[in-house]
């Protein structure tokens, strides 16, 4: 039955109707995936369910009461399951795989991230499913990390303009959207108790910055908190996080929810603003209990997040309508539209597209062919409607039965039977067209709770590749991988195509690349490394003693590979297509740019080949004075477009003065790097050949501001801080203000602070008050100076 909005009592109302014991339940899990109801009160119990690349929703989840999946061996066992097939779950209904994030990414287009969201929203709605968990949008700091292929990138703009794509997706059909796992999850290495160790600056401009965006401009019903530590405090118990970053600087008023079993202190994650508190535990229950009756969590602080729970529960209750069944075919044909347009061609001597009727035998290699990797391992894992199956798909195109071979027995087998496999596969390949190998990462190592060993395939995979290639005349290779994987066999293969992890519909997805029905159009959203010592986090992954420092700062994926001008194997934003595009006239709609501001690029783009495609433009910036050091170039607006051969159109890329700032630790705001930037434009992070150059203002000024340390060499560069000291010496001395400026000017090569210097060198006893005085004056003054503008244009 529909709720009747006019008689829903307001928050206030329900807060003070309900009890302790009422409140306690509703910010505590009901089961394994539901909030608790208070039926007197209208308040309805909602389900939540996994996962990033469809939905994982068991008809147990359905049921009211603390046995609805609430059994914690079922969940554990779920999420460190691997190389097979995940424990029933209580029956996962089928539903459809989408692509992981990993392969949503490459697609770089928003629009079919949309798309995506919709049809989750679809899905969730036909099970009745208000909030779906994802979708996961952590940073992909090192390839090695277990979840790379429920994430989007090494990068923050496309991480979170693909994360806002999909969340508004899901929430303007009514289903709300959980973006996880906030903050700094990004390993798996000791996953519940491990401290990510980061620098403010790195964590603002890369690890928070796509969450940033996605709040700011996607508003999503729930942030999941993670389940590491961050510098010290566990995330979901952290205040400095959830309230003051999270709700006091960005404005968000939606809930928190912590991550399964991810909280240890109850009390303290309600302080800190883990409003909700999942799945169900009596354990703390009790002890958040025992909090309340303290007085330990005021009653205030209860409240704040019971309202935050009725305020998810009345946008779920809203939207709430009878289960609808969703269109499986209409949702299978856009698993394998966003697999097709996120697949990356790396590599192609030619040999694609294989045409049919000149292609002589067609020989597939490899388990992957047969039996799809298409997800990775854990709590996303779940189970599709159906499955292409990459073998057939190529036999429908290639007008008959194509010979398969395994290449590399699978699970446990003697190195006589490896022998025999990879000598067959060799001695086919001798008599083949072309080979197509399908190779895939180990299958039972990553995923959830566990990181990559090395970036190698599975075991036997490389060598099968190498004798294939030196055997068959043309070898096509196809990577079903989480993330990058080293290729030793690279120069002597023809073609390397890699869908990641790309759903039920990779298979005729790839097939229909494969024999040219539609043109590759991904591109590389994190650095393919050439090795492992190459990826920029390598010195402090996966970190010691608990800790994991993030030693490279802010320099993270392809930041650092061009800081460090290493040579990548693929560079991030990479991928060829079967046509070429020609980019040319690109310019900016003006050549100033200020704080709050924002310009447009355009550029022409013309489909030069003899096929439709697409092409990405991509827009990086590239200060000439930068504050900071955050690689040479940084991605600061993209488009992808579509053109006929032949087909010239002129694309537009906003670029917003926000993307281009950097987070200034000693002010704690962003600041623009002022002066002149280049809007680099290109296809590629390394294939940049147009520049646009604006000039950059912002009032905010280069000097450092005045602390108690600030040496006097520093103080003269502030002419705030200047003037201020020189007048407490023009007091002290009893001086004319020119006579002080003159006196501290002598001061400038010392190395001891400027007050110090000042004392010693004049003799003088300063009072601590007073020049903590002189301190605070000179912060509010330049405070003042440098207020950002509200004005929109440059
Ligand atoms: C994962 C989350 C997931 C939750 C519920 C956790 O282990 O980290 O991503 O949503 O389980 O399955």
Redesign the pocket.
């Known amino acids: 039955m529909q709720p009747d909005h006019r008689s829903v009592p307001t928050t206030d109302q329900r807060l003070a109707a309900l009890t302790e014991d009422e409140k306690i339940q509703l910010v505590s899990g009901n089961g394994m995936w539901r909030t608790h109801s208070v039926p007197r009160l209208g308040v309805t119990s909602i389900v939540m369910a996994?996962?990033p690349n469809g939905l994982r929703f068991s008809r147990a989840q359905a049921a009211d009461g603390p046995e609805a999946g609430a059994d914690f061996a079922d969940?554990i066992s779920l999420?460190t399951r691997r190389g097979e097939e995940p424990a029933a779950q209580r029956g996962p209904e089928p539903a459809t795989c989408f692509p992981t994030a990993s392969s949503v990414g490459t697609t770089w287009d928003t629009a079919l991230a949309r798309d995506l969201g919709n049809a989750f929203a679809a899905e969730c709605r036909s099970f009745g499913v208000s909030v779906l968990?994802g979708p996961?949008m952590n940073i992909r700091r090192t390839p090695l990390a277990g979840r790379t292929s429920e994430y989007y990138s090494e990068d923050p703009l496309l991480t979170g303009v693909m994360a806002a794509a999909v969340t508004r997706g899901l929430q303007e059909r009514g289903v709300g959207a959980c973006v996880?796992?906030f903050a700094a999850n990004n390993s798996e290495i000791e996953r519940t108790s491990m401290d990510s160790v980061i620098d403010e600056r790195a964590l603002r401009d890369i690890y928070l910055r796509a969450f940033e965006r996605v709040v700011g401009e996607a508003d999503p019903w729930a942030v999941?908190s993670s389940?590491n530590r961050l510098n010290g405090l566990q995330a979901a118990q952290h205040p400095w996080l959830l309230t003051q970053v999270l709700r006091e600087e960005w404005g968000y008023d939606g809930l928190v929810v912590s991550?399964?079993h991810g909280i240890t202190d109850r009390p303290a994650s309600v302080l800190a603003g883990n409003d909700l508190d999942m799945p169900e535990s009596p354990q703390r229950v009790a002890r958040l209990r025992a909090g309340v009756r303290s007085g330990a969590v005021p009653a205030e602080a209860l409240d704040r997040a019971t309202g935050r729970v009725l305020h998810l529960v009345d946008r779920a209750t809203e939207h709430a309508g009878e289960p609808v069944p969703f269109d499986a075919t209409a949702h299978h044909d856009l698993a394998r539209r966003i697999a097709r347009a996120g697949t990356v061609l790396l590599a192609n001597n030619g040999v694609l597209p294989l045409d049919p009727e000149t292609t002589a035998e067609v020989l597939v290699l490899g388990a992957g062919a047969t039996d799809p990797v298409i997800q990775g391992f854990?709590?996303?894992r779940m189970t599709p409607t159906r499955v292409d199956v990459p073998l057939t798909e190529i036999e429908q195109r290639a007008g008959g039965p194509v010979r398969h071979l395994a290449g590399v027995p699978a699970g446990e087998h003697t190195e006589d039977e490896r022998r025999t496999a990879l000598r067959a596969a060799t001695a086919a390949a001798a008599r083949c067209g072309v080979a197509i190998v399908f190779a895939h990462t180990p299958q039972n190592a990553d995923g959830?709770n566990a990181d990559r060993a090395d970036l190698s395939l599975d075991a036997g995979y490389d060598e099968l590749i190498a004798a294939v290639a030196a055997t068959a005349p043309r070898t096509v290779v196809v990577l079903t991988v989480p993330d990058a994987v080293t290729m030793p066999w690279l120069p002597d293969v023809d073609a390397v195509l890699v869908p990641f992890y790309a759903g039920q519909g990779m298979g005729s997805a790839v097939a229909s690349l494969l024999y040219g029905e539609h043109a590759p159009t991904g591109k590389l959203t994190t650095t393919f490394p050439q090795r492992i010592a190459d990826i920029p986090a390598f010195l402090g992954y996966p970190g010691e003693g608990g800790r994991h420092v993030y030693v490279e700062g802010a320099l993270v994926g392809y930041r650092g590979y061009d800081e460090q001008e290493t040579t990548p194997l693929f560079p991030f934003g990479f991928g060829l297509s079967y046509t070429t595009f020609e980019l040319s006239g690109a310019t900016a709609d003006r050549d100033t740019l200020s704080d709050g501001a924002s310009l447009t690029v355009s550029v022409r783009v013309r489909n030069t080949g003899t096929r439709a495609g697409a092409e990405v433009v991509q827009v990086y910036s590239q200060p000439e004075r930068p504050r900071v050091r955050s690689g040479p170039r940084e991605l600061v607006g993209f488009a992808r477009v579509e053109l006929a051969p032949g087909e010239e159109r002129t694309v537009t890329i906003p670029v917003a003065a926000a993307d281009l700032a950097h987070w200034d630790v000693t002010r704690g705001r962003r600041v623009l790097d002022d002066g002149p930037v280049h809007l680099l434009v290109g296809t590629s992070s390394r294939d940049l050949p147009h520049d646009v150059t604006v000039t950059v203002h912002t009032d905010v000024p280069r000097w450092k501001p005045l602390r108690r340390d600030t040496a006097p060499a520093a103080a003269l560069g502030n002419p705030v801080a200047r003037q201020a000291v020189a007048g407490l010496l023009a007091r002290h001395l009893d001086v004319d203000a020119v006579t002080a400026d003159e006196l501290l000017q002598e001061c400038r090569r010392s190395f001891v602070n400027v007050f110090d210097t000042v004392a010693n060198r004049f003799r003088l006893v300063l009072d601590e008050a007073e020049i903590t005085r002189v301190i605070d004056q000179v912060a509010k003054e330049e405070a003042v100076e440098a207020a950002p503008q509200e004005t929109h244009s440059s």
Do not use: I, Q, R, T
Request: a negative charge; hydrophobic letters at 40%; zero cysteines.
């Open positions: 996994d996962g969940f999420v968990l996961g996880k796992h999941m389940y991550d399964w854990g709590s996303a959830e």
